[in-house]
């Protein structure tokens, strides 16, 4: 199993205070890797370093082998590294129809004056897409993004997410404020991104979320350490043991 990305002897200090206490955390390609743990464990800090949007006090980041530790969050998505924070994962004053338009495939495309919307192919097929994934989202085209609930923000960030063509996807809390059907056909959907040749999916949870696909990997921090690392069912067996 290869290794797509990874951190390795990580430490992230917010001021006087260290949230990763030199963390090694290994992502596979084409896998679904979760990280669990209470709020404070260091799970969102491990997507945010991964992703370069905190920097390292100490230790490296690497991608494919190569040391991307000094490379800006904004080069890393260019790279292919797809991030969905819990907050602000969506542009707030635009509307529904323009956060999809906004895809990291041609991230000009929605504000060039010489475009005609309603011509657009591209933006056709982005936002069949979506609302492939998400038919919630549909009735909700012509909204801004700043005044839906908080489950149909996710639903948005995760479209957008989904449009992506990605080799490393971090996204972190997935299902906040879904309902129960929702969030099971997110996490089909995110398990998918990782079929072989695909993406490397990183997820950070509070705790292992239901259906996950077979040969999930789990992580579960405690205050900025590994204190479990392996299969999601091994760490079920574990607990219920």
Do not use: K
Not at 64 to 80: K, S
Not at 173 to 197: C, D, F, H, N, Q
Request: aromatic share 4%; glycine share 8%.
């Amino acid at each position: 199993m290869s290794v797509e990305i990874a951190l390795r002897a990580a430490r992230v200090r917010y001021g006087p205070l260290e949230a990763l206490h030199g963390l090694d955390l290994p992502v596979p390609a084409a896998t679904v890797t979760v990280l669990v743990g209470r709020n404070g464990s260091g799970r969102t800090t491990a997507l945010r370093a991964l992703a370069g949007t905190v920097p390292l006090a100490s230790g490296r980041v690497l991608w494919r082998g190569a040391d991307v530790t000094r490379l800006h969050a904004h080069a890393r998505a260019r790279r292919g590294l797809c991030f969905v924070p819990d907050l602000r994962a969506v542009y707030a004053t635009l509307t529904v129809a323009e956060n999809l338009d906004l895809t990291p495939e041609n991230p000009e495309r929605a504000r060039d004056p010489a475009r005609d919307p309603a011509r657009d192919p591209a933006r056709d097929r982005a936002v069949d897409r979506a609302l492939e994934a998400y038919p919630e989202l549909g009735p909700l085209l012509a909204r801004p993004a700043g005044t839906l609930s908080g489950g149909e923000r996710r639903m948005l960030a995760l479209a957008r997410a989904l449009l992506t063509p990605a080799r490393v996807v971090l996204v972190d809390e997935p299902t906040l404020g879904m309902s129960t059907e929702v969030s099971s056909r997110t996490y089909r959907l995110l398990a998918a991104l990782a079929r072989p040749g695909g993406a490397a999916v990183v997820l950070a949870e509070q705790r292992p979320p239901p259906g996950l696909p077979p040969g999930t990997l789990l992580h579960e921090l405690r205050r900025g350490v590994l204190a479990f690392s392996g299969e999601a069912a091994e760490f079920r067996a574990e607990r219920q043991g």
